[in-house]
């Protein structure tokens, strides 16, 4: 069965400052792969997924992230973190075809001090 | 235009009881899914509708769940007798045709069991 792992269950950053949530997962192909984001009291949101082609995704509030399969990692990453940004993070497999259940990781959170 | 909706916001319940959750999804959308968040298990997937096709229910902690999706539109998750572990944020989502779509998600309904 795929599974998911987010290593970081809680970081802290400052505003401004680069980030870097690590997601890997395990699956025998190439996943269909998503990054959600939980604000407090709200619903998951869609940042950005990968489906296939360039390795490097761009997403939404400046997101982006990179899937490596040598790594069987999809990290998510932005230049300069605002405060808007803290939340909740999930990363999550969708392994296609039939299985269309999205296994999600446990989620990192993330603080942005001013 | 309008997203996936959810009701109630809130639900607070006495053990063994039953209660009805319910969610509308995106206009057009033919998938529907329901999650659950809980604090010790993260977000899990319970139960899956695509179309007139039956369910895939293999999500479904218990027999004490059921759900159902009137007219390829609304669907009502049901819990039966409700224990303390049913505790949980219940979250829909809806997507335009399924499998390996990009899923988007209510609000919640956050059930507490008394």
């Known amino acids: 069965a795929q599974s998911v792992t987010q290593p970081d269950i809680h970081i802290t950053v400052s505003e401004g400052a680069s980030l870097e949530l690590r997601c890997n997962y395990s699956?025998?192909?190439?996943?269909?792969l998503f990054w959600y984001v939980q604000s407090p009291g709200q619903g998951l949101q869609l940042l950005l997924k990968?489906?296939?082609?360039?390795?490097l995704v761009q997403g939404i509030k400046g997101f982006e992230a990179e899937f490596k399969r040598s790594q069987s990692s999809f990290n998510l990453r932005k230049p300069s973190v605002h405060w808007s940004d803290a939340a909740e993070y999930f990363c999550?497999?969708?392994?296609?075809?039939?299985?269309?259940?999205?296994?999600f990781g446990k989620g990192t959170l993330l603080t942005v001090n001013p | 235009g309008a997203g996936v909706s959810q009701s109630p916001s809130n639900k607070v319940t006495e053990k063994g009881k039953d209660v009805e959750l319910r969610c509308d999804p995106i206009s057009g959308h033919t998938a529907l899914y329901w999650y659950r968040q809980s604090l010790g298990q993260g977000l899990e997937f319970l139960i899956y509708f695509q179309g007139n096709s039956a369910p895939d229910k293999s999500g479904l902690p218990s027999d004490r769940f059921s759900a159902e999706r009137t007219g390829g539109s609304v669907s009502t998750l049901t819990i039966q007798r409700t224990q303390q572990e049913d505790s949980a944020v219940y979250l829909c989502?809806?997507?335009?045709?399924?499998?390996?779509?990009?899923?988007?998600f209510g609000p919640g309904t956050r059930l507490t069991v008394l």
């Open positions: 999550a497999v969708d392994s296609g075809g039939s299985n269309y259940k999205l296994t």
């Open positions: 990968y489906f296939s082609g360039d390795t």
């Open positions: 989502a809806s997507s335009p045709q399924g499998a390996a779509d990009t899923q988007y």
């Open positions: 699956y025998g192909a190439t996943p269909y």
